[in-house]
């Protein structure tokens, strides 16, 4: 059970700015009960005066907030294009932001001494020393097993199970290290400061470059025996997807990231010019029927061999290229499934869609609601994600945000808390 002090600065964090009065009626305590709480709270400089309340002749009450400059945190979001990092205040401002490539061809272990650099300057840009930092929060690609902290199924950094970075940012910082994968921090992000807010139940679908989900039943953020609950890449949508072994690209993946829409388009399209050209080449003697069938079949179809991404399908489908419009309605139907299942598992509130192919397809949230309107008792909201390709760096900060609070809690509870490692900047 919390002491008064900490159930008192969680109360003046949950509600802002709280008089004495305030504190002492949520807690049922005396009034100098109360001001021996606030005193000692005053003393550890968890929280600060802001102002006072009242009018006329009588006494004017002080207020206090919580002191979010009593310490920062670190958000980190290693990307497959950018490592992008955060130091946000334990009010949850966000302070300063910076990214650089990634450089994932380097190998793991020169990433990692590129982010512990980027770490390092981006403190400094703000004056902040080690000591200020309470917890650092990481969206890391592929899953981190929880036991070894060895990092598992992230194809695009070669030698990245070499890099232990859980442990590598818990030595140079000496605090407490959060990794989750980049779309569970995007969850975290989303339901912190974006489409999730308020939201208890919620389901984020993560569609680019690959597919995956993530998961918060009553508040928590759901991982599974691996820490992989919500690859839903690995969803079966359709019998004819079932494979003889195991591949690192899942079934749902193969047919609805950018690739591969992609690829599926560049096989539709060589059939079309196949059959196209089966057509055209009119055997010696055939009838004018036959000629006439050859001259009036369409040859407009894009080269596919060409350059080409996902935006160029959905560009060809929505100017009416028929190819292109079979391969999104499919791709749409494929996510539908999927989403279809999620919901039926878990009954969320909201469904978020993010990501490049994700925030693409939310234009089709109307065909996806009437898919689980056939399927499922309780449709879910279909949003767009809000906080674009910064939902997995801010997700680590709030991450990190809710463990450095933990910390101060738990230090204020023990006696502690006051040993000059969290001080003002």
Known sequence: ?????????????????????????????????????VSQLLEKDLIVKSGSRGSGAGRRADLFEFNS?????????????????????????????????????????????????????????????????????????????????????????????DVPIHATLEDEFHVPVVVENDVDMAIIGEKAWGAGKGCENLVFLNVAVGVAAAIIVDGRLLRGANGAAGEIGFVLPDLALERDEFSEEGSLESVTSGPGIVKRFRETSIRAARTAQAVRVVPPGAGSDVEQKGALTPIDAMSPTGDMDSETVFALAQAGDARAREVIERTVRYLSVA?????????????????????????????????????????????QAQLGSDASVFGAAAAA?????????????????????ATNV
């Open 1 to 37: 059970m919390a002491s008064n002090r900490v159930e008192a600065l969680r109360i003046v964090r949950q509600r802002g700015r709280t008089s004495r009065s305030e504190i002492q009626n949520a807690l049922g305590l005396s009034f100098p009960a109360v001001s021996l709480v």
């Open 69 to 161: 400059k009593k310490g920062y945190v670190l958000g980190i979001d290693l990307g497959a294009r950018k490592i992008r990092i955060a130091v946000a205040d334990l009010g949850g401002g966000i302070v300063h932001k910076v990214e650089v490539p990634t450089l994932a061809y380097e190998g793991g272990p020169r990433v990692m001494e590129r982010l512990l650099a980027l770490a390092r300057t981006t403190l400094e840009a703000r004056g902040i020393s080690g000591d200020n930092v309470l917890a650092v929060g990481v969206a890391a690609p592929g899953i981190s097993e929880r036991s070894t902290g060895k990092n598992l199924l992230s194809p695009f950094i070669p030698r990245w199970s």
């Open 339 to 383: 989403l279809t299942n999620l919901v039926a598992a878990v009954n969320p509130e909201k469904a978020v869609l993010g990501g490049g192919v994700g925030l693409v397809l939310y234009s089709q949230k109307d065909a996806i609601r009437s898919f689980l309107a056939r399927h499922v008792p309780f449709v879910p909201e279909i949003v």
């Open 401 to 421: 945000i809710d463990t450095a609070i933990l910390v101060l809690e738990n230090e204020l509870d023990s006696g502690t808390l006051g040993n000059g490692r």
